[in-house]
């Protein structure tokens, strides 16, 4: 799936949602929580010393397929969590929903 991805070929539906419920990505909220858990993790190695540019770009691409399978599996929800604004992240190009 990765290297359809790589080329520009849009997933299946139904190989994203099995690989989703694998991983306990249920519902849009899971996504949320995740694609924060990410960012933090992005947030994390930009402020490291021991700072590897490609892990960062790969943890970036990550949260851009976990919010294109977000709005493709759940629909388009633009509603934010309960949780409190979060700081923006430094220097990483973070792609939006």
């Known amino acids: 799936m990765l290297d359809r991805i790589k080329s520009e070929i849009v997933p299946d539906c ?3 949602t099995e690989i989703f419920a694998r991983l ?3 519902d ?3 996504c949320r929580a995740e ?5 933090d ?4 190695q930009s402020q490291s ?4 540019k490609s892990k960062t770009e ?3 691409a990550l949260i851009g397929l976990v919010r294109y399978s977000k709005c493709v599996l759940f629909g388009d929800s633009t509603l934010e969590s309960d949780s409190p604004p979060r700081e923006p992240l430094a ?5 939006s929903e």
Request: with cysteine; aromatic share 0%.
């Open 14 to 16: 139904s190989e994203l």
């Open 24 to 26: 306990g990505l249920c």
């Open 28 to 30: 849009a909220s899971n």
């Open 35 to 39: 694609i924060e858990n990410l960012e």
């Open 41 to 44: 993790e992005v947030q994390s």
């Open 49 to 52: 010393q021991s700072h590897e």
């Open 58 to 60: 790969l943890i970036i």
């Open 91 to 95: 220097e990483a190009v973070v792609p």
